[in-house]
């Protein structure tokens, strides 16, 4: 035995184990095993039910819950695998992983984590009597509610408790985003939008999975994965209908393309990018064009300039922080944007671009921006950092 180690069996013990090891093997699976195997069988039914638009075939595999929700959405793929089982007699809950593709925008399927509540009938078959997110994990847009669908020319947007007007307006949005994007950006992207609008911010908070004092102030973010590959979910653009519906025709304009050059610059956006260089990019193209100048864009930074404290560096990635203070977070947003368009008045739009995914491209944050700024801009951090400050004192002073 292996170390030396370990206790001496008699034959008669030795034979009983093996003859329980046969038994196991020619009986099949365990009960649980069993168990998960028949509900994964029905999850299986389930998901072909979804994709077919059957609501009598659904229906016999539980609840109806929220299929009414999602039949306008178009689905290009939906699937369960049950990941735990836990029962108590003719009861049980189940950990399981849902993944879905929207038709047109995901290249890859989302993934969901949900808890199903079940029952077993005197048939022995299993019932979804609910599924519903798991704990920690985001909502879908259907939980909420009945899902509305508005299709744009470069856009789809998803909302609930939203008119069919109110979303068209979305979709013009976007779709006058996605060419001003390409415009400023190229065209090495998807080159459309995907928007999601809820009924409010409390909703808004639920499909990001996290609290709505978070994003009172927020008019819209985008969910993606870093540095995405080709590959992958389409990035989400969740809209904070409250703060949305108070900006002006521009303001709404600007938030909409703004969110877009994310999606737009997702590949290139990796850890090696700090927030001042991918908000102020995303700001700089939202404002491109608009005729806004310095002070009209960057208030918050204007007044803290007029009172001679102008900022000794550049915004951190802690200054973006959604739950601190509005003011720091705005001249956050402000003193990126200025950053970006210090680039653009000084070396061009194409060098700025150019320097973006550089930084990107790095294989790590340390050295990502000085690199870049060496090998782009021909100057090093520190000096960039004083011109900057120079910059904002003639733009706003």
Known sequence: MAGGRGRVWSSGVVALVLLLVSLVGCGGQSPDGTARTDLQRVLDRRSAAVLDRDRTAFLKTGALGWFENLRGVPLASWSYRVTALHRNGDEATADAEL???????????????RTLTLSQGSDGQWRVDADAPARKSAQQLWDQGEVTVMRGRRSLVLGVGQSSERLHVYADLADHAVPAVSGAWGTDWARHDFVLVPKSVEGMAGLLGSPASQYRGIAAVTTGEVGGPPDAPADRIIVNPDAYALLGTLGKQVVLTHETTHVATRAHTTAATPLWLSEGYADWVGYLGTGRTAIQAAPELARSVDDGQVPAALPTDKDFGFSGDATKLAQAYEGGWLAC?????????????????????????????????KKVLGTTPANFTE???????AQLG
């Open 99 to 113: 993944r879905y593709r929207v038709q047109g925008y995901d290249n890859a399927p989302v993934t969901a984590g």
């Open 341 to 373: 368009r210090m680039i653009a008045d000084r070396w061009g739009q194409k060098r700025l671009g150019q320097f973006y995914r550089a930084v990107g491209d790095h294989p790590r944050r340390a050295g990502s921006v000085e690199d870049a700024m």
């Open 387 to 393: 011109q900057w400050r120079e910059y904002l004192k």
